[in-house]
């Protein structure tokens, strides 16, 4: 194999575990959107939009991770100013489960994936299988 063969299967292999990261990245975006509505924070319409074009972009993995980064990065821009607007401000909370997702820690993801409301929205994202309910639900 030649040496741009090999530097291009290592760019391909980092893409594809950023992308893996930003998909927990989203999953825990997406409950704490879900935790601000449900506080009755006032959230701006283009949260919501960012939140569904990037879970389309991570699902389809036609994006670079930078492409979906920029758009997770102006979606946690707005929860944070939301958050921060709130008496009781949860962000830091939030803030230091985004910190454990980007580490290089496995152990810190699934401690991460171990939280209902972020496991939830993962498997929403399309990465961990199809949610199924009823009779249907494994």
Not at 100 to 127: Q, T
């Amino acid at each position: 194999m030649s040496t741009s063969q090999e530097s291009s299967n290592e760019e391909l292999v980092t893409q594809t575990a950023l992308l893996k990261k930003y998909a927990v990245r989203w999953a825990i975006l997406a409950a704490w959107y879900d935790d601000l509505a449900r506080r009755k924070a006032t959230l701006p319409e283009r949260c919501a939009s960012g939140l569904s074009e990037s879970r389309i972009k991570i699902a389809s993995g036609c994006f670079s991770a930078c492409n979906v980064g920029c758009v997770l990065s102006d979606v946690e821009g707005d929860l944070v100013s939301a958050d921060a607007s709130m008496d009781e401000s949860k962000a830091n909370t939030w803030i230091d489960l985004l910190g454990k997702v980007m580490s290089d820690s496995d152990s810190d993801i699934e401690y991460v994936l171990g939280l209902a409301p972020v496991k939830f929205r993962l498997s929403e994202c399309g990465l961990m299988g199809s949610c199924a309910c009823g009779d249907s639900k494994k």
